[in-house]
């Protein structure tokens, strides 16, 4: 049986993400990431992320009046942050 | 630099279309028929044209919002089938307009030209029909390529009901068709053709077009259903339900020029009514398309 693919963290961000934005969401957070953090999706790393969150909902709450709704993004990617949601996933 | 030509072209249109029928003076035949003055008739003309140009210039105006989203995201596996799809939406509104401009040329030429009435109402026929269904065309097209890309089972309206409603219109259409007398001579003044040559070539198009609008319209409201992503599904549904209502009005013209024979029996102020109708449904259509490009764009550009 092949070994189960860990996702990078880009992915887990993205996966998140998809929920709220679908098909956006990878070109939303590589924005994010390129614009605010200076640097390409690729190299990010959890000491970055709390950054990256920070301006992830300044953004997103530009594109919502549902404070839950912003609330919730931003808790699952918090729980990412401190390491609570790291998950592998097989193909 | 296409969006300018676009919009150039579009300008030109409306303004001929409103000098065609601001500054033309009307029919004697129409006013004759119901009895009004032409300061009447000017003025009903004014009440009706300018609210009409302006849900076109919302048309344009929605239809290019779509196409500057699209154009944003062209890059990506969704960008192009939106580029399709908003093609579509600019060529539907473009060729009402166009369509127009021609049948008031065609109008006020036969005022001179009486004997041109055949061949100028077939040229127009078979003008409607090329443009309405390649706009209607580019939209199902676009639409069941965005929908093919989420390869899930359609949730949403059930596929045998939109096909019952579909069958439902078709009939009431045929039936439409075949009880305007079609060997009299008002049907010689509709079509200039033989039967058969109109159901073939003008009947079975539109039918066909039709299906295509509906299947586009709902293929639509399908992936806006299926898709994952909570602000993005909200945006597309403003563009899922304005591109029904636009689908839909577009069917009631043809209804409308279809039951020319029927409405030609009413008086005055209901058929006013059903073509306000037709307007407030055609101007809530673009507008909806409009507000939701523009959420959709949001989401691009923060």
Same mark, same amino acid.
């Given at each position: 049986m092949a070994p189960a693919r860990k996702q990078t963290l880009q992915d887990q961000i993205i996966d998140i993400s998809r929920d709220y934005l679908g098909p956006a969401s990878e070109r939303f957070i590589n924005r994010q990431v390129t614009t605010h953090l200076k640097k390409d999706l690729k190299d990010i790393t959890k000491d970055d992320l709390n950054k990256l969150i920070d301006w992830i909902r300044l953004s997103f709450a530009l594109l919502t009046n549902d404070g839950d709704l912003v609330d919730e993004y931003i808790g699952r990617l918090l729980k990412l942050a401190k390491g609570k949601s790291s998950k592998s996933y097989g193909r | 630099?296409?969006? %300018? +030509? *676009?919009?150039?072209?579009?300008?030109? +249109?409306?303004?001929?279309? &409103?000098?065609?029928?601001?500054?033309?003076?009307?029919?004697?035949?129409?006013?004759?028929? *119901?009895?009004?003055?032409?300061?009447?008739?000017? !003025?009903?003309?004014?009440? !009706?044209?300018?609210?009409?140009?302006?849900?076109?210039?919302?048309?344009? *105006?929605?239809?290019?919002?779509?196409? %500057?989203?699209?154009?944003?995201?062209?890059?990506?596996?969704? #960008?192009?089938?939106?580029?399709?799809?908003?093609? #579509? +939406?600019? &060529?539907?509104?473009? #060729?009402? !307009?166009?369509?127009?401009? !021609?049948?008031?040329?065609?109008?006020?030429? &036969? %005022?001179?030209?009486?004997?041109?009435?055949?061949?100028?109402?077939i040229i127009n026929n078979y003008l409607v029909i090329i443009m309405t269904g390649l706009g209607l065309n580019f939209i199902a097209v676009g639409a069941w390529r965005l929908m093919d890309q989420t390869r899930k089972r359609v949730k949403g309206i059930n596929p045998h009901l939109v096909m019952f409603l579909f069958i439902t219109l078709s009939s009431i259409y045929s039936y439409l068709i075949i009880s305007q007398p079609l060997h009299t001579p008002l049907a010689k003044r509709t079509y200039y053709m033989p039967d058969w040559l109109v159901i073939l070539t003008i009947a079975v198009p539109y039918l066909f077009i039709w299906y295509l609008g509906f299947t586009g319209a709902y293929k639509i409201y399908a992936y806006q259903k299926n898709i994952k992503g909570t602000i993005y599904r909200g945006s597309l549904a403003y563009v899922a339900t304005g591109i029904a209502f636009v689908v839909l009005s577009s069917i009631a013209i043809r209804f409308l020029s279809t039951s020319s024979y029927q409405l030609s029996r009413l008086n005055l102020t209901p058929v006013l009514f059903i073509i306000y109708g037709f307007l407030v449904l055609l101007a809530i259509g673009y507008l909806l398309i409009a507000w939701g490009a523009y959420k959709l764009r949001r989401i691009e550009e923060v």
């Open positions: - | 630099m296409k969006q %300018r +030509l *676009y919009i150039a072209v579009f300008g030109l +249109l409306i303004l001929l279309y &409103l000098g065609l029928n601001l500054f033309v003076s009307p029919a004697h035949a129409t006013l004759a028929r *119901y009895h009004i003055s032409a300061t009447t008739a000017r !003025v009903i003309t004014f009440s !009706v044209v300018i609210p009409t140009a302006i849900i076109y210039i919302s048309g344009a *105006y929605g239809s290019l919002m779509m196409s %500057r989203y699209a154009r944003l995201i062209n890059k990506s596996k969704e #960008g192009k089938h939106f580029e399709t799809f908003s093609s #579509g +939406l600019l &060529l539907l509104i473009l #060729g009402q !307009v166009v369509t127009s401009d !021609v049948g008031n040329i065609v109008s006020i030429i &036969l %005022r001179h030209e009486p004997n041109w009435i055949s061949i100028l109402t």
